[in-house]
């Protein structure tokens, strides 16, 4: 996908947007997103975390 679709929701922390399916924000609201670099500039790695 190049570019979030119009119905998603971004979630803006840090200057690190996250663009979430509408579907799917409700079911991630009160959980936190950890994100850490792997060391690859091509990996990023997302927990959730209840």
Same mark, same amino acid.
């Given at each position: 996908?190049? @570019? #979030? *679709?119009? @119905? &998603?929701? /971004?979630?803006?922390?840090? %200057? *690190?947007?996250? $663009?979430?399916? &509408?579907?799917?924000? #409700?079911?991630? *609201?009160? /959980?936190?997103? &950890?994100?850490?670099? @792997? %060391?690859?500039? *091509? /990996?990023?790695? $997302?927990?959730?975390?209840?």
């Amino acid at each position: 996908m190049e @570019s #979030p *679709a119009e @119905s &998603d929701e /971004k979630v803006e922390d840090n %200057g *690190a947007q996250v $663009f979430l399916q &509408d579907q799917v924000a #409700p079911l991630l *609201a009160d /959980k936190t997103l &950890d994100v850490s670099n @792997s %060391g690859d500039s *091509a /990996k990023v790695l $997302f927990q959730l975390v209840s």
